[in-house]
């Protein structure tokens, strides 16, 4: 696909579907998916000092420190994988976040379009203690949406079904008040500078990947 925009952010509450939207439209506009969780799920699982740092933080459902995060994004984004682009999920999640991205871009906004995927909260909460990942390929399933043929394991290579440490109703509703409290005001920062789309998140995953790609399609307005 041509002329499409490039640096895309995913904005949202959490169970929104980010991460399975984000990994299907940077695969369609052939960008790399950046996902700030993974990133430092990835460092916790392999105890590196960041990991050890932001455990406790990600159990609970608190934000890491913006400091970690910044650096960890301001490192990712200099690599050379996403020169042609890229679709961040999950980050920024505070203004101060959104604030040092804009920095990132020598002097211009980097983030060319911010999509944000509605959905009411009452459908979240389920949608969070249902949802299911591969232990080895990472795959994403939900137990009420998009269950497995088979109960625990994976269809796509046979590994076991786990649950996010963080999935639990406790951390769910703490990643809520979160959401509200530090990053739902990010919106009325890319308000400002005219970059959010609002996409309906409701419905099956290909109707609201083929809604945001249409919303993504008839936003060409900052296309450098
Ligand atoms: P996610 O996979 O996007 O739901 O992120 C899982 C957890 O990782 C969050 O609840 C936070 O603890 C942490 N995290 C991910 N991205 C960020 C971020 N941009 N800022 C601070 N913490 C983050």
Not at 10 to 28: E, S, V, W
Request: aromatic residues 4%; hydrophobic residues 35%; glycine residues 10%.
């Amino acid at each position: 696909m041509k002329g499409h925009v490039k640096r895309i952010l995913l904005f949202g509450p959490p169970g929104a579907g980010k991460g399975t939207q984000a990994a299907a439209i940077a695969d369609r506009l052939g960008i790399v998916h950046v996902d700030t969780g993974s990133i430092i799920r990835e460092n916790i699982r392999t105890g590196t000092p960041l990991g050890l740092e932001a455990g406790a933080y990600v159990e609970k459902g608190e934000l890491v420190p913006d400091e970690l995060v910044i650096r960890l994004i301001a490192d990712r984004l200099e690599k050379p994988d996403v020169a042609d682009g890229w679709l961040l999920d999950g980050f920024p999640r505070s203004l101060e976040q959104a604030k040092a991205l804009s920095e990132m871009g020598d002097g211009d906004e980097p983030v060319e379009r911010v999509v944000f995927i509605d959905v009411p909260e009452n459908l979240l909460v389920e949608r969070l203690t249902s949802r299911r990942i591969c232990s080895g390929c990472k795959a994403v399933y939900n137990l009420q949406t998009m269950p497995p043929s088979e109960p625990d394991r994976c269809d796509k290579c046979g590994g076991r079904l786990t649950q996010r440490a963080d999935d639990n109703e406790e951390s769910v509703r703490n990643r809520f008040r979160v959401y509200r409290e530090s990053t739902a005001p990010i919106a009325d920062y890319y308000e400002e500078k005219g970059l959010i789309v609002r996409v309906d998140g409701t419905g099956t995953v290909g109707e609201v990947t083929e809604r945001i790609m249409s919303a993504l399609a008839a936003d060409r307005v900052r296309t450098k």
